[in-house]
């Protein structure tokens, strides 16, 4: 069974500043998504980067990029220029590629993040 | 292009009832899945209908089930509600693996 942790349930950053969200899975399988969305207080689930566990290279979302290192099983964000709208919740969340998986996402726990002005 | 819709958005049940969400996917889309959210629980994948076939299913006991209509649309129905199936109930459609869609949700309350 796959699994995915967020180790910090809170986070806080300062309008404009950068900061990086955490995020471990744990799977034997090779061929898979990893996302991060994120769900503001209005509650409807955004999303906010893919990776495909093929490419090697990381992917960016204007300011959303991730550190995708496959080895260690790890996929954090970074958010850069944070503003005020970023506060959230960001969930991690995993998918397998395989046919009988489906469109299985199994998700973290999340980390609340708030951007102070 | 429209979004995910869910309906309803908001309802308040008792114990021992029985409720249906609906969802309706985005345009195109033939797989649909459901999730629970809780404050205890986090989110839950609860099944996933593809072509009218359940895909796939997770780990809730059979008051749970759901259908998928001949048009992608999805109901879900919980029936002899308890107080711990209080939650968000989230929708979300796909077209293919690596891109999932979700609705506003339905916060369901029983009391």
């Known amino acids: 069974a796959q699994t995915v942790t967020q180790s910090q349930p809170e986070m806080s950053v300062q309008e404009a500043e950068t900061v990086t969200l955490s995020c471990t899975y744990d799977?034997?399988?090779?061929?898979?998504?990893l996302f991060w969305y994120k769900q503001p207080p209005s509650r409807q689930m955004i999303l906010v980067i893919r990776q495909e566990a093929y490419k090697q290279q990381n992917a960016t979302e204007n300011r959303f990029s991730v550190n995708f290192q496959k080895a260690a099983k790890s996929f954090s964000l970074k958010i850069s220029d944070s503003q005020l709208g970023d506060t959230a919740m960001y969930f991690c969340?995993?998918?397998?590629?395989?046919?009988?998986?489906?469109?299985?996402?199994?998700f973290g726990e999340g980390t609340q993040l708030t951007v102070n002005p | 292009k429209a979004g995910v819709t869910q309906t309803p958005r908001y309802l308040i049940k008792t114990r021992g009832q029985q409720v249906t969400l609906s969802c309706s996917p985005i345009s195109g889309h033939r797989s649909v899945s459901w999730y629970q959210q809780t404050p205890g629980q986090g989110l839950q994948f609860l099944f996933e209908y593809f072509s009218e076939t359940q895909r796939n299913k997770g780990n809730f006991p059979g008051r749970f089930s759901g259908r998928q209509f001949s048009n992608s649309r999805s109901e879900m129905n919980v029936s002899t509600l308890e107080l711990g199936d209080s939650a968000l109930y989230l929708c979300a459609s796909t077209l293919y693996t690596g891109e999932l869609f979700f609705g506003e949700g339905s916060r369901l309350t029983v009391l």
């Open positions: 799977t034997s399988e090779s061929n898979y998504y």
């Open positions: 969340a995993f998918i397998l590629l395989r046919e009988t998986s489906g469109s299985r996402l199994t």
